[in-house]
């Protein structure tokens, strides 16, 4: 099958040096599956011509729609939390929406947003784990610590706390446990706003950490915490990267999808902090739960998943 991936435009190289979602996913698509014996092609959307491919898969939405008004048939996938934060008056759930509704189908990485969009071609399809770059140490660190990675803020206010990093940080005081944040730089927002967590001495800071030092950053660390409000992706890529390593989750997740190695907990430090209790507790089985899901949802896993719905649905 001759297959194109259209380049999302974000100005972020694929692969991407270090933070860069859609670029990760687009790449681990092209790599996955080029190994399943397909020949695929990075390309702007302006360079894609009709009938040039078996299957053009694009990821922004008007980049889809820019194909559409060409004439150019597509499978659009959907990454963008905003369409559901703004709501749907909002322009961004709008475009998203004429972006699948033109589709030949839509896949969206969690389950709330086929009900939210509502439309016959719309298909959920998680995202999958990179267990080639991430792999676990044959025995965890002896020391309890906590990690988060993540890209905070919402609607274009960084220094929002949407994936609850405050409460990271009162869940480590409260077991006297070190923590590390991770993620873009942009993430001091957040940090300016919320001077506070600077008295805490078991804190670490890591900003623009590259991909190849991510892996490390995991196997160092013995459980992940996940608290965040809103979510496209259920589960998001570093909930996978961080079971592929090893770490049992402590975190919410939409109940409509399992993750097993994830014990859930709302936004609730109460109810984090039992979690928490019960994952060391079962250190071993959360562990072993998290590799046996990213092994099932491996991009070649997910590739593979994927071609059989471009011969049902595109082919």
């Not at 610590?145 to 220094?159: C, D, E, I």
């Not at 984090?272 to 209790?277: E, P, Q, S, T």
Request: glycine share 8%.
């Amino acid at each position: 099958m001759k297959i194109c991936q259209v380049n999302p435009g974000c100005g972020i190289p694929i692969p991407p040096p270090a933070w860069g979602a859609i670029e990760k996913i687009v790449w681990e698509f092209m790599c996955n599956l080029k190994k399943l014996g397909h020949e695929v092609d990075l390309k702007w959307a302006n360079e894609v011509q009709p009938g040039e491919y078996d299957v053009v898969m694009v990821h922004v939405a008007n980049l889809a729609i820019e194909l559409a008004n060409r004439g150019i048939p597509y499978v659009f996938q959907h990454h963008d939390h905003h369409a559901y934060h703004y709501g749907k008056d909002s322009f961004v759930y709008k475009e998203n929406k004429e972006a699948m509704e033109r589709s030949i189908f839509s896949l969206v990485p969690a389950r709330y947003l086929v009900e939210y969009f509502d439309l016959p071609n719309v298909y959920y399809f998680s995202h999958g784990a990179d267990t080639k770059s991430f792999y676990p140490n044959p025995t965890p660190p002896l020391m309890h610590s906590l990690l988060m990675v993540a890209n905070n803020g919402l609607g274009g206010y960084g220094a929002y706390d949407r994936k609850g990093f405050g409460l990271g940080v009162q869940v480590a005081m409260s077991r006297n446990l070190p923590i590390t944040i991770a993620g873009p730089k942009n993430n001091e927002k957040w940090l300016n706003d919320n001077p506070w967590v600077l008295g805490y001495p078991k804190l670490s800071l890591i900003w623009d950490i590259p991909n190849e030092e991510l892996r490390q950053l995991y196997t160092s660390h013995t459980i992940f915490l996940h608290p965040s409000e809103l979510e496209a992706g259920h589960p998001n890529l570093t909930l996978l990267e961080a079971a592929a390593c090893g770490l049992p989750i402590l975190g919410w997740i939409e109940m409509e999808t399992t993750f097993h190695g994830l014990w859930r907990a709302p936004r609730d430090l109460n109810l984090l902090l039992k979690g928490l209790d019960v994952i060391v507790n079962e250190y071993g089985d959360y562990r072993q739960r998290s590799l046996n899901t990213a092994n099932e949802l491996s991009w070649l896993n997910r590739s593979r998943e994927l071609i059989g719905l471009f011969e049902k649905y595109a082919h």
